[in-house]
């Protein structure tokens, strides 16, 4: 290894000053907690690789303090920084000349914007037979919005009546499909509320479909579930079960309730039909760990997205439930430490 080299990053490694994923934003260092008591039937130590552009992000050091606390060897890796030897039956991934060889579990937390080149490393690990948390292709699936309400609504899953176009000059007919204004017009594309526009008359959903139209962009139109006045549920699943829950309010004036557009988030308790779609959403993302994000609407609870890589800042805060622990068990559970799994096929 040259001088110049970057270590493999460990436990003790300082954070690496780099730009934030797009899934999660730069947060304060998580409040220590309590001790845990090791009891006699803890399991086999593991070395875990959390997939992370970032140390400092909250979602990325409970993660690492929680795997830690349970005595597991937890490290961070910029999965950017990776890079990959693609050879029949001996599939690596190495970083900064070291390959990365030892793992039990890797946690992907994959920014939008590198969903492309981040699963590609994830697929890596799984030809490895490394456990993943949640699987190439299922992240793949969820980060595909139009991809993921078609195979939502392929399993008769609740969601907003929902029109899809491309450069159509049929606006009137497009608006129609959700039933006429008011409706949100919603860039393919965009995340954590970006490219996301409330039209509420029919004059203003017809400008922004054509403005939309001209940037040759692809167009999701959905109705407006105004009954949520502005509030949806974010439910946390982990190995097919909703570990915790939380409601989440728009601000005055807004109806996206992101908690970085200056959402409110506090503990909810959920229905057995949310709990019930929630688990039916991630189950055909096929993901392990999501974030489902449901709006209550007179027809019943609706799936408004599927997240792969949920923040826990917002989660952990509103209802005091330990998170990330929760996805440490789960590796636990269902990781094999020194043992390789069979390679999967992908």
Not at 100 to 111: E, F, M, Q, V, W
Not at 165 to 192: C, F, M, N, R, W
Not at 334 to 340: E, G, I, K, S
Request: glycine share 8%.
């Amino acid at each position: 290894m040259s001088p110049t080299d970057d270590p493999i990053p460990t436990s003790e490694s300082e954070p690496a000053t780099e730009v934030p994923t797009t899934d999660q934003p730069p947060a304060a260092t998580p409040a220590p907690r309590p001790a845990v008591k090791i009891p006699d039937e803890w399991p086999p130590s593991m070395r875990i690789a959390i997939l992370s552009q970032k140390q400092s992000l909250y979602s990325t050091q409970r993660l690492k303090q929680a795997g830690e606390e349970r005595g597991h060897k937890v490290d961070v890796i910029d999965y950017l920084r990776c890079y990959m030897d693609i050879t029949s039956h001996r599939p690596r991934v190495i970083y900064s000349g070291r390959e990365l060889s030892d793992y039990d579990a890797i946690i992907p937390r994959i920014g939008a914007s590198y969903t492309f080149y981040g699963t590609a490393v994830v697929r890596q690990f799984e030809m490895m037979g490394v456990f993943c948390a949640n699987e190439s292709q299922a992240i793949t699936r969820s980060r595909d919005k139009l991809r993921c309400l078609q195979l939502l609504a392929r399993d008769g899953i609740g969601l907003p009546v929902t029109g899809f176009a491309h450069s159509t000059k049929d606006i009137e007919g497009l608006i129609d499909i959700v039933g006429g204004a008011p409706l949100v017009v919603k860039l393919i594309e965009g995340t954590q509320g970006v490219g996301v526009i409330l039209a509420e008359t029919q004059k203003a959903a017809e400008a922004v479909i054509e403005a939309f139209r001209t940037l040759d962009a692809n167009i999701l139109v959905q109705e407006f579930i105004q009954e949520a006045q502005g509030s949806d549920i974010r439910c946390f699943v982990v190995g097919g079960k909703v570990v915790a829950s939380m409601i989440r309010k728009a601000p005055p004036g807004e109806f996206r309730s992101n908690l970085h557009r200056g959402g409110t988030a506090q503990k909810v308790k959920i229905t057995p039909e949310e709990r019930t779609t929630a688990l039916r959403a991630a189950k055909a993302m096929g993901l392990s760990v999501a974030g489902v994000d449901i709006l209550r609407s007179n027809h019943g609870p609706v799936v408004m997205e599927v997240n792969s890589s949920p923040g826990l800042e917002g989660i952990e805060g509103a209802t005091g439930v330990n998170v990330a622990s929760k996805i440490i068990q789960y590796l636990e559970r269902h990781a094999r430490p020194n043992d390789t799994k069979d390679r999967i096929k992908v």
